[in-house]
C-alpha cells in the first residue's frame, strides 16, 4: 500500500519529514511521476510560500484586492489531485479499496479524472477515467500519459448523467470496479475544507504582513464543478464569519440560478446538477458568468497582443503580465470575473481582499486557444484593448441570486432529482444535510483520518 501525506501535512508540508520533503521536491522537477510527489499534494512551494497572485488593479478595474490561488503547480496541475488522493486515501484506510484487486473508475469532466489517473497510478492501482467527448484534447492525453484509460460519454461539460450512467454500467459489468465520485465522496470535502480553507485563512494573514488587505476575508468565490471547493468556503466562514462565500455558473447552464440546463464551455464547472457535497446552506449568492466572456478573456491573457497591451495601455508591470499569461485556464478567468462581480455587487473597496481558486492552466487549453484564432482571428492591440475594457472592466452586476432562505431551500431540494432518484441516497440522508452539524461531523473526521494514516506508517517496516 503505497501513502502520502496526512491531511495536515498537506496544509502544513513543512511538518513533512525533513528527508521525504527533500526528495519530493527534487522530484517534482525531476520525476513528476514518482510516488514521492504524493508529498507534493499542497497549495505551498519548496519556500512554504503559498501558489498564490494579487491581481493588477489595471487588469481587474476594481479597488478591492483580488487573490488567486492557482493550482498550477499542484503534480497533475491541478489543485484537483488534492481531492483524487483524499478520496483513495480514506477508501484504502477503510479497507473500501485494494490495489491489488480492484480498478478504480474516476466520473469526471477533467481535471479530477486527471488528477485520479495521476494519483492512482502513483498509489499502484490500474484506473478507468469516464469524461464528456468533447473535453479538450489535452485532457484525454494527460490521462493517458498518466498511465490510465479514458472512455468518452457523449456531450461536454454539462453532461454528467451519461459520465452517470456509464458508471453504472461499468460497476455492475464487474465486481472489482470501484467508483470514486467527486460529485458525492466527502474525501473531497474534507481535502478543501482543511487544506484549502485553512491555506486561505492562513494567506490573509501573511498578505495582511505585507501590507496588503486587513487580515480578512471579504469573500471567497468558487464555481461548482464537484461542489468540493465550496467546502473551503465553509472553513473561511467559520474564521471570518462575514465572509461572503459566492457560487459561479455559466450563464448558459444556470442551474442553481434558475433550475437552468444547457451546454456550456467553461471546462470544469457548471455539471447541470447540485453536487452531494455541496453546503448550500453556507452559500450566500449565485453568480452567472458568460462562457464566451471566459474564452476571451483567456485568449487576452495568454496571446503575445494581449500582453503587450496589459503593459503598454494600462501600464501592468511586465515580469507580471508574462506570469499571468499561462497561469489560468478556462474556469481561473471564469473565476477572476466572478470575484470581480463580486467585488462589485458588495461594494468592496480598498483593504477588501477577495479570494478565489484557479483550478488549472493554459496547458489544458492550446487547442481551444486555436478555435478561438480560427474564430475571432488573432488579437492586435486594438481588440486587446477592447477585451480589458470590455470583459474585465466592464463586469456587472445582473445574473446574481442571493442565497435567501427559499433559494437555498430550492438548491437543497435540487439534490433530491439526482441523488434519490437516480444515485441511491435516501431522502433521510438528504434530510440530514439541513442540520449544520452533519457537515461538521464530516470535518471532524478529518483528525481521525491523520490519525488511522499515522498509525498505518508506525505499523510498516522502517
Not at 190 to 218: D, S
Request: hydrophobic share 40%; aromatic share 10%.
Amino acid at each position: 500500500m503505497i501513502t502520502g501525506p496526512t491531511f495536515e501535512e498537506m496544509l502544513h508540508p513543512n511538518k513533512i519529514n525533513l528527508e521525504v520533503r527533500a526528495k519530493a521536491v527534487q522530484a517534482l522537477r525531476e520525476q513528476p511521476l514518482d510516488p514521492i510527489n504524493l508529498f507534493n499534494i499542497t497549495w505551498r512551494d519548496p519556500e512554504n510560500q503559498v501558489y498564490h497572485v494579487v491581481l493588477p488593479h489595471e487588469l481587474t478595474g476594481v479597488d478591492a484586492e483580488i487573490v488567486v490561488m492557482y493550482g498550477k503547480s499542484f503534480p497533475s496541475g491541478s489543485h484537483k489531485v488534492g481531492a483524487a488522493y483524499s478520496i483513495l486515501l480514506e477508501k484504502e484506510l477503510f479497507g473500501e479499496v485494494d490495489p491489488q484487486t480492484h480498478t478504480l473508475v474516476w466520473p469526471s469532466t477533467g481535471n479530477f479524472g486527471i488528477g485520479g489517473a495521476w494519483v492512482g497510478g502513483r498509489m499502484g492501482c490500474n484506473s478507468l477515467v469516464v469524461l464528456p467527448e468533447g473535453m479538450s484534447r489535452e485532457r484525454f492525453e494527460r490521462i493517458e500519459s498518466y498511465g490510465a484509460k479514458a472512455i468518452k460519454t457523449y456531450g461536454s461539460e454539462s453532461n454528467v448523467k451519461e459520465i452517470y450512467d456509464e458508471t453504472h454500467r461499468l460497476r455492475t459489468s464487474d465486481p472489482n470496479i470501484r467508483i470514486l465520485n467527486q460529485f458525492s465522496e466527502m474525501g473531497n470535502y474534507r481535502f478543501h475544507y482543511h487544506v484549502t480553507g485553512n491555506t486561505i485563512v492562513e494567506l490573509a494573514g501573511e498578505l495582511k504582513e505585507r501590507g496588503i488587505g486587513n487580515g480578512k476575508v471579504a469573500a471567497f468565490v468558487w464555481a461548482p464543478g464537484s461542489g468540493g471547493t465550496n467546502a473551503a468556503g465553509d472553513r473561511v466562514k467559520q474564521v471570518f464569519p462575514d465572509a461572503m462565500n459566492v457560487a459561479l455558473e455559466p450563464t448558459q447552464c444556470p442551474t442553481l440560478y434558475n433550475n437552468g440546463y444547457g451546454s456550456h464551455d467553461i471546462q470544469g464547472i457548471g455539471d447541470k446538477h447540485v453536487t452531494w457535497i455541496h453546503n448550500v446552506w453556507n452559500t450566500d449568492a449565485v453568480m452567472c458568468i458568460d462562457d464566451m466572456a471566459c474564452k476571451k478573456g483567456l485568449q487576452l491573457l495568454s496571446e503575445p497582443a494581449g500582453t503587450t497591451a496589459l503593459v503598454s495601455r494600462f501600464g501592468v508591470p511586465e515580469a507580471q503580465a508574462q506570469f499571468l499569461s499561462t497561469l489560468f485556464g478556462i474556469s481561473g478567468v471564469c473565476h477572476i470575473l466572478g470575484a470581480i462581480k463580486t467585488a462589485k455587487t458588495y461594494g468592496f473597496g480598498r483593504g477588501d481582499v477577495v479570494y478565489t481558486a484557479a483550478a488549472d492552466s493554459l496547458d489544458r487549453y492550446y487547442s481551444v486557444m486555436d478555435a478561438m484564432r480560427e474564430q475571432f482571428g488573432a488579437l492586435d492591440e486594438a481588440a486587446a484593448v477592447g477585451r480589458v475594457e470590455g470583459i474585465f472592466h466592464a463586469a456587472t452586476t445582473d445574473w446574481v441570486q442571493e442565497g435567501t432562505r427559499q433559494a437555498r431551500e430550492r438548491w437543497h431540494n435540487l439534490k433530491y432529482y439526482t441523488w434519490v432518484e437516480q444515485q441511491g441516497k435516501t431522502v433521510g440522508e438528504l434530510d440530514a444535510q439541513r442540520d449544520p452539524a452533519w457537515w461538521v461531523s464530516h470535518q471532524a473526521k478529518v483528525e481521525e483520518i491523520d490519525s488511522r494514516l499515522n498509525a498505518l506508517r508506525a505499523a510498516l517496516p522502517v
